[in-house]
């Protein structure tokens, strides 16, 4: 049989971990859409894990993170658009299993009362 306790937990684990995943290669495709760019204040960044280090620590890199993505298409060529799409795509990606995530729990709170 099968334990729903059990069930649960792990499916919600599983969602957290697609959360940071995607989180995680959305900053990593926008830093490389930010290189192309602007590539005199991005050329220091080998990648996305290089912002944590002490030489190159810089917060608003590790921002990134979130799934938030401004465009600017009139610097933008083909090679930086193509990164635009992949950092989109991997934004709403994010964002869907931040909603699958806590949709439950509102769910949960509304039937409560």
């Known amino acids: 049989m099968l334990d729903l306790s059990l069930i649960v937990p792990i499916v919600y684990a599983l969602i957290m971990l697609a959360i940071i995943v995607t989180s995680l290669t959305k900053a990593s495709y926008h830093l490389n859409y930010l290189k192309e760019i602007l590539p005199e204040e991005y050329d220091g960044y080998n990648s996305y894990s290089s912002a944590f280090s002490f030489e190159n620590y810089n917060i608003s890199v590790q921002f990134l993170f979130f799934p938030s993505f401004y465009r600017s298409p009139e610097k933008e060529n083909e090679f930086s658009a193509s990164i635009a799409k992949k950092v989109i795509y991997f934004k709403n990606l994010s964002l869907f299993f931040i909603g699958v995530f ?12």
Do not use: G
């Not at 806590?102 to 009362?113: C, R």
């Open 102 to 113: 806590i949709l439950p729990i509102i769910v949960l709170i509304l039937t409560s009362f």
